[in-house]
C-alpha cells in the first residue's frame, strides 16, 4: 500500500523575532517528534554543513527521518553536499541550486553533470525544486527545462509559481493546464499556501481563503498524480515549510501575524485528509 510522509522544515522552527530566544535544537527535535511527524527537513549548503552536522544523532534519538534542500552555490558544490545527504540517511534529496543559467541550453548540461555526480555516489534519484532565485525559477522556463531534461524529476513548491506567474483566480484553464504538466513530474510536495502578491498568507484570514481552496485542489491533483504513476508500496514525501520571517508576514513590531506552528499542522492535517480522499477516489476507480 502507497504511504504517505509528512516533514517539517527545521528552517521553519526558526523564530526571527527581534527579543525572542532561538529554542536550542534539541527543543526543536522533540517538538518535531511529539506532534508526530515522519521526518525533518534541513537545509545546507557549503557554507553551514558543519551547523547541521549535530543534527545527526538527534534523528536517531526522535526517531526522526531526514530529508535534505541542498544549495550548490557552485558546480562543483554538489559532490560534498551529496555526500553529506549521504551521512543524514535522506529520504529525499531535493536540489534548490543557485547555479542559475539564462537559457535552458545552459541548464542541460549543469543538470546531467549533477546528475552523474548522484550516480557515482550511487544516489539514484536527485529531486530539483521549482524555486524562484533558483535553477527553475519560473514556471514557463521549468517547462522548457523538463521537455529537455526527461530524466528531470521535481519537488514542487507551487507557492513560488502562483506568485511568479500572479496567476489569478479562478484558475484559467490554461493555467491549469501548465501546472498539470508540473504535476507529471513531481515527486515530492512542498506546502504553504501563496497568494498572487505574496508568498505565504496566513491560513485563517477571511481574504485568504480563496487561496487557500486552490492550494488544497493543486495538492490533491498533484498527490492523485503521483499515487497513479508510482508503485503499490512506494512512499510520498509532503514537507511543510511555513518560513520564518521576511516569509512570515509581521506587523510594524516585526511581529508575525499568525502562528506558523500551529498553521504548519493544519496542512499537515489538511493533506492527510486529501491521501484519505484519493484512497477512497481510487479503490471505487478500481472497481
Not at 122 to 140: A, M, Q
Not at 190 to 196: F, I, L, M, T, W
Not at 213 to 227: I, P
Given at each position: ?284 476507480a478500481l472497481e
Amino acid at each position: 500500500m502507497q504511504k504517505l510522509e509528512i516533514f517539517q522544515s527545521l528552517w521553519a522552527m526558526e523564530m526571527r523575532a527581534p527579543g525572542i530566544t532561538e529554542r536550542a535544537r534539541e527543543e526543536n527535535f522533540q517538538m518535531i517528534a511529539d506532534a508526530g511527524y515522519d521526518g525533518v527537513c534541513m537545509d545546507p549548503s557549503m557554507a553551514d554543513l558543519e551547523k547541521y552536522r549535530p543534527n545527526i544523532p538527534l534523528l536517531a534519538a526522535h526517531n526522526l527521518k531526514s530529508m535534505v534542500n541542498l544549495f550548490p552555490r557552485h558546480t562543483r558544490d554538489m559532490k560534498p553536499l551529496l555526500q553529506f545527504s549521504q551521512e543524514l540517511g535522506a529520504s529525499k534529496i531535493n536540489v534548490i541550486a543557485q547555479v542559475t543559467p539564462v537559457s535552458v541550453a545552459g541548464a542541460i548540461p549543469l543538470l546531467y553533470r549533477w546528475f552523474r555526480d548522484a550516480e557515482d555516489l550511487g544516489i539514484t534519484e536527485l529531486l530539483f525544486e521549482t524555486h524562484r532565485d533558483s535553477l527553475l525559477n519560473d514556471l514557463y522556463y521549468t517547462l522548457e527545462v523538463l521537455d529537455a531534461v526527461p530524466e528531470l524529476l521535481l519537488t514542487a513548491d507551487l507557492s513560488h509559481f502562483v506568485l511568479e506567474r500572479e496567476f489569478q483566480l479562478p484558475l484559467s484553464f490554461r493555467d491549469q493546464s501548465l501546472l498539470n504538466r508540473i504535476h507529471e513530474r513531481t515527486d515530492c510536495f512542498q506546502g504553504r499556501v501563496a497568494s498572487r502578491e505574496q508568498i505565504q498568507v496566513a491560513l485563517d484570514f477571511p481574504q485568504h481563503q480563496p487561496w487557500v481552496q486552490l492550494f488544497k485542489k493543486l495538492w490533491k491533483d498533484g498527490l492523485r498524480s503521483w499515487r497513479l504513476r508510482n508503485a503499490d508500496d512506494a512512499v510520498c514525501v509532503f514537507l511543510c515549510e511555513l518560513g520564518p520571517p521576511p516569509y512570515a508576514i509581521t506587523d510594524a513590531n516585526q511581529r508575525e501575524l499568525s502562528n506558523r506552528w500551529t498553521e504548519a499542522l493544519t496542512i499537515r492535517d489538511w493533506v492527510r485528509e486529501i491521501w484519505n480522499e484519493l484512497d477512497i477516489e481510487l479503490a471505487a476507480a478500481l472497481e
